[in-house]
């Protein structure tokens, strides 16, 4: 016969183990739910004209915010209109949380009005594809982000 400590101590194990697989199983449904959330912000544009180019100076700004880090690998730029693109490897690291700022990036057009195009790829942390991309309207001087 079991007596009632015994009963109360098996039922107090199986209480701990349940809970811990609990536990276990939330933790890992949080991290399969969590995304990396990049975002590029483009600022402090300054404009001039280069051997007959309008050309677009702009600080790049790499935002992570949901949590994990970034590792971009590919680069691409597209102007007039996405006729002309330059493609190159590249390794930009976003910590987790954090903000990668690169000042003076530049970009060039024949055109007076442009669309142009600014795309990254890459692998977060959790093994997720990445990929951000900014569209640049251009008028003369004139910039909106998009």
Not at 5 to 26: G, I, K, P, Y
Not at 118 to 124: D, F, M, S, V
Request: aromatic letters at 6%; charged letters at 25%; a positive charge.
């Amino acid at each position: 016969m079991i007596t009632n400590s015994a009963t109360r101590c098996c039922c107090a194990v199986a209480f701990l183990l349940l809970a811990a697989c609990e536990d276990e199983e939330t933790s890992r449904q949080q991290s399969l739910s969590t995304r990396s959330e990049l975002k590029l912000d483009l600022s402090s544009f300054r404009f001039a004209v280069e051997k007959g180019r309008n050309t677009y100076y702009q600080n790049r700004n790499y935002i992570e915010s949901g949590g994990i880090g970034v590792t971009l690998t590919r680069g691409k730029v597209c102007v007039e209109n996405g006729k002309n693109c330059v493609e190159s490897a590249v390794r930009y690291r976003v910590e987790a949380g954090k903000t990668l700022t690169q000042p003076n990036h530049k970009v060039a057009t024949i055109l007076n009005k442009d669309n142009i195009t600014i795309e990254y790829w890459g692998t977060a942390d959790n093994g997720e594809p990445v990929h951000i991309r900014r569209t640049v309207e251009t008028s003369g001087a004139k910039v909106t982000v998009k």
